[in-house]
């Protein structure tokens, strides 16, 4: 377990809004807006989106004071004893939906940062292909030595550095947009705030499926909850702050937007961000692609953080091969999670459709919440995870957020019945992987073989010693494919 290092109150905030604040603030508004037709329905909307973040917050904020492992869903599912669940969604997410995360993450900073350099590269759309990767590929890698080191001392304080940078190019827009609105008069976008809106049900839950994307990453202390200083002060304290922050920013941005631009200009803006600054700015615009870019790397040292965390607790547990749980005893960094993350992302991003990967994703994840929440409410209704150092919710929050946790698998089912087909077949994979190669007391030699081949490999590269697999309270230990197995 990685309890050398601790995350304080700074930095947790950091972590949350600059995992909360990103790409998502770009892609999000034109199609909250597209479901919604109108400015008034869509602000409504993100403020929707955010008191249901918060409800998902506070059950995350008593599971994570409750069962103060690293890990999340898989940490919490292995908890509760559903090991098959647990182990199944685990290669989903670490194979699919957090590296895709972080493809996309990748890909939309090298977008921005060709859009920056304009018609003077005269690239054509294989060499603008190429560009955007490797350019994001290019911030990437260093972020990911950066989270080599010391949490507290290297990525902890540069993640203050960037969700700081992250406000100021979000303040700009802001504090531009108002200047347009209170000293120029710029009101006439306002004067029928909901006129042309849809009111049909399937419109809004869209719009809200959208907005619930920008705002994902609330949760992401519970992927390094043994890493948190004082949880239960540090967690409520984070996810208020953080959910508080990127609510205004989120709203903010909107109402600057359409301060200056009509809904039929918002709605047609590829880049929302770029339009606005086009037509208030002058010729700062052209440095605004590159503001957003540094405004999404903060982004992807938060996502860094969340996926390598949910690998290593998988590999903890004996879900994954041994040499997953080499960490540096130095810095405390589980270094080879960190980089088979990064180069499963690397990978992903050179995959045709990235924007159906993400519907598949998200289906994948509002599964895996869904199980986590059917087991909390079981846990608390049982009084299990009543403690000292637990922060308590009401048992209405977790039920609320259970039920639209629920609406949030059905949706896709009724609009797109492939997405589910495809984010059911998915966690069947994990499901198969599961009692093929870890439920069994035995594994085939060279499988054994293999594993430790990759354990010694990953000692010298990565300079790591393996991790102890950890044991759940009151539960037998996964068999690993590593005969070697050490409680503790």
């Known amino acids: ?34 479901h919604t037709g109108s400015l008034g329905l869509s602000l409504v909307v993100w403020a929707l989106c955010a008191a249901i973040s918060l409800f998902g917050a506070l059950c995350y904020m008593e599971l994570g004071t409750a069962i103060k492992k690293s ?13 098959p669940f647990a182990s199944a969604f685990m290669w989903v997410s670490a194979v699919l939906s957090y590296p895709a995360t972080m ?99 399937g419109n809004i839950v869209l719009g809200i499926y959208s907005g619930l994307f920008a705002y994902n990453g609330w949760d992401v202390l519970n992927f390094g909850a043994e890493e948190v200083e004082n949880p239960k002060r540090t967690l409520p304290i984070a996810a208020f ?7 205004l920013v989120f709203i903010s941005m909107n109402i600057s937007y359409f301060t ?22 002058g010729n700062f615009q052209y440095a605004v692609p590159f503001l957003i870019a540094l405004l999404l790397t903060g982004n992807l040292n938060s996502t860094i953080f969340a996926c390598s965390r949910y690998l290593y607790a998988g590999a903890l547990r004996g879900v994954v091969p041994t040499a997953i749980r080499g960490f540096n005893p130095t810095s405390m ?24 990967i993400i519907s598949y994703m998200s289906f994948a994840l509002w ?17 299990w995870l009543d403690g000292p150092d637990v922060f308590k919710v009401p048992f209405f929050v977790p039920c609320v957020f259970f039920c639209i946790c629920l609406a949030l698998l059905i949706i896709p089912i009724v609009q797109d019945f492939y997405v589910a087909i495809y984010g059911l077949s998915l966690i069947v994979v994990g499901f ?19 594993d430790s081949f990759l354990l010694k490999v990953s000692q010298i590269v990565f300079n790591c010693i393996p991790a102890d697999l950890v044991v759940d309270d009151g539960m037998e230990m996964i068999p690993c494919i590593n005969e070697h197995k050490t409680k503790v």
């Not at 309890?3 to 905030?13: C, R």
């Not at 702050?241 to 609510?247: F, K, L």
């Not at 631009?261 to 700015?281: P, Q």
Request: glycine share 10%; hydrophobic share 50%; proline share 3%.
């Open 1 to 34: 377990m990685l309890t050398g290092q601790k995350i304080g109150i700074a930095s947790a905030i950091s972590y949350c809004v600059g995992d909360i604040v990103g790409s998502g603030i770009f892609v999000s508004p034109t199609s909250i807006l597209k």
């Open 71 to 83: 890990g999340n869903d898989f940490a919490y599912l292995s908890h509760f004893g559903w090991r």
């Open 103 to 201: 493809a996309i993450q990748t890909i939309t900073l090298g977008e921005y940062v060709v859009a920056g350099f304009g018609s003077s590269l005269q690239l054509d759309e294989r060499s603008t292909f190429f560009a955007e990767r490797l350019i994001g590929f290019s911030v990437l890698w260093p972020l990911m030595l950066l989270n080599f080191y010391s949490l507290k001392n290297v990525a902890g304080r540069f993640q203050v550095v960037a969700t700081i940078a992250k406000v100021l190019v979000a303040g700009i827009i802001i504090v531009t947009g108002f200047y347009y609105l209170c000293f120029k008069g710029y009101t006439q976008n306002f004067h029928h705030s909901f006129e042309g809106s849809s009111w049909r049900p």
């Open 241 to 247: 702050a953080g959910i508080g922050i990127s609510a």
């Open 260 to 281: 200056v631009l009509t809904v039929d200009e918002f709605k047609s803006a590829d880049a929302v961000a770029v339009k606005f600054a086009s037509e208030t700015l």
């Open 333 to 356: 960094s589980p270094r080879v999670s960190i980089f088979i993350q990064v180069c499963v992302g690397i990978g992903i991003s050179f995959i045709g459709n990235l924007d159906h």
């Open 367 to 383: 599964a895996q919440r869904t199980m986590t929440q059917a087991g909390f409410l079981y846990w608390k209704w049982k009084g």
């Open 432 to 450: 198969i992987i599961y009692f093929l190669f870890i439920y069994p007391a035995t594994v085939p030699k060279f499988l054994k073989r293999i």
